[in-house]
């Protein structure tokens, strides 16, 4: 069974950093490309960093753009996201998903396995 397992949330204060893993099982993710999505109360699930099957393509939302780092590592089937100077607008529910291709995409249908979530909350 396909499983993608996310950790690493918590509460930290504005400006703070977390890193979240996901880490995969029953599907080896080096053939895939691997994506981390956020889901804030009221709203839509959105889009947040993708980064392709052999890591060379890389694409982040604005809003994240130079505070974000996504890192996959292969051999560990494993799923990096490196969140500094956090804002409380970062405040969410991170998903991680894995692709049904191999190049980078931001598009949700393109992904068809889906961890449960790991909460981030950023206080002022």
């Known amino acids: 069974q396909e499983q993608l397992v996310e950790s690493g949330g918590g509460l930290v204060q504005a400006g703070g950093s977390l890193r979240l893993s996901c880490a995969a099982s029953?599907?080896?993710?080096?053939?895939?490309?691997m994506g981390w999505f956020r889901q804030a109360p009221g709203k839509e699930r959105e889009f947040v960093v993708t980064i392709s099957a052999n890591g060379a393509g890389v694409y982040y939302t604005d809003s994240v753009k130079g505070r974000f780092t996504i890192s996959r590592d292969n051999a560990k089937n494993t799923v990096y996201l490196q969140m500094n100077s956090l804002k409380p607008e970062d405040t969410a529910v991170y998903y991680c998903?894995?692709?049904?291709?191999?190049?980078?995409?931001?598009?949700?249908?393109?992904?068809?396995?889906w961890g449960q979530g790991t909460q981030v909350t950023v206080s002022s």
């Open positions: 998903a894995a692709a049904r291709e191999s190049l980078a995409t931001a598009l949700i249908r393109h992904y068809d396995t």
């Open positions: 029953g599907r080896t993710i080096s053939r895939y490309a």
